[in-house]
């Protein structure tokens, strides 16, 4: 049976007027448009508990008792992998037996919900303290420091690889459409490696890199690259260059050439891409590329290259800007990773 609409508590408030004034149940129905059953219900509620409004409904019991649900809100609150199928013999041990779907919805009003874990870099206790320690060393920076440094990293872009979430709108039964799936191939169908560099005032340059990198290789790049990028952003006196701990880029011989070149070089704790605000970059390039579907590995260079020289300046600047928010995140997180 369909489910009436239920009264306004105006209409319900005429019913009871009218009855006082002295007219019947069947005259108020006919008057209001309401049923004769549904006019005598709202009278019989306003002389036992005069009002009108919905009166709290009882519901089913919860299976769960207030004690059990602590029980399971504790323990996944210590172990957030626990599984369904353990809290149900848990409780199913404490004389509760319940469904694993009734164990979802109490979590849930508890305020916990299954998620897939994120993926982050493994995180030593050496990593964590290097993290915190950068964190409150520069978090009273100003931000004139930050929009003097030069930001820089390297990604692999797949031509047939998950660079980007892909969301379409699209007819009940059409998911396998051609125009609502995403062509994959095995291995992602080839990949091109990209090396760049940005600062608050814009992107530098993108270099793609044809071989495996190594030391030589990556001094080669900076040598040709880094100060052509510094002259076009107009950077300052005394520009800070940031990469991280690659090996390529701590080793001796690296150290020596920057040292020798007079670069000034931001000390970087390990284990840290949500401290470089290039990863934003990258995911914003990869979404680009990837809205423009390349079909070969030459068209898939090309439109990395188009696609970050379209990026906006005021892109680049507002990543600078809200750099301090990152080292906030950081501390307040302990010196794990962070959203960012």
């Keep these: ?150 930001w820089s990293d390297e990604t692999k872009i797949e031509l047939f690889g998950k660079n980007s979430a892909c969301r379409v709108w699209r007819r009940k039964n059409a998911e396998l459409h051609p125009k609502n799936t995403i062509p994959t191939v095995k291995h992602g169908g080839g990949n091109i490696m990209l090396w760049g560099c940005f600062s608050a005032k814009g992107p530098g340059r993108l270099i793609c890199v044809k071989e495996r990198m190594n030391g030589a290789m990556y001094r080669e790049i900076l040598s040709k690259n880094l100060l052509p990028s510094a002259r076009a952003l107009k950077m300052k006196h005394g520009w800070v260059f940031q990469h991280d701990n690659d090996p390529k880029h701590t080793a001796r011989a690296m150290k020596e050439w920057l040292h020798k070149k007079h670069f000034k070089v931001l000390e970087w704790p390990s284990q840290s891409p949500d401290l470089n605000s290039i990863e934003n970059l990258w995911r914003e390039l990869k979404i680009r590329v990837a809205q423009r579907q390349p079909q070969n590995i030459t068209a898939l260079e090309e439109i990395c290259m188009e696609e970050w020289a379209k990026l906006p300046a005021t892109v680049c600047k507002n990543l600078v800007a809200t750099y301090r928010k990152r080292l906030t995140s950081v501390i307040a997180n302990k010196g794990y990773i962070t959203k960012y």
Excluded at 9 to 29: F, M, P, Y
């Design 1 to 150: 049976m369909a489910k009436t609409k239920e009264l306004s508590k105006d209409t319900r408030n005429k019913i009871v007027d009218l009855q006082q004034a002295g007219k019947t149940e069947s005259a108020i129905g006919k008057q209001l448009g309401v049923k004769k059953s549904t006019v005598g219900a709202i009278i019989r509620k306003w002389k036992t508990y005069k009002t009108t409004d919905n009166l709290p409904r009882s519901g089913a019991p919860r299976k769960i008792s207030p004690r059990g649900v602590k029980m399971i809100t504790r323990t996944v609150s210590k172990n957030p992998r626990t599984r369904r199928g353990d809290l149900v013999n848990d409780l199913q041990r404490a004389g509760t037996k319940v469904t694993k779907a009734t164990i979802s919805n109490t979590l849930r009003r508890q305020g916990l919900k299954s998620c897939s874990a994120r993926r982050v870099p493994l995180l030593k206790p050496v990593h964590v303290r290097a993290r915190l320690k950068f964190a409150r060393e520069h978090l009273d920076d100003p931000e004139e420091d930050w929009e003097n440094v030069i």
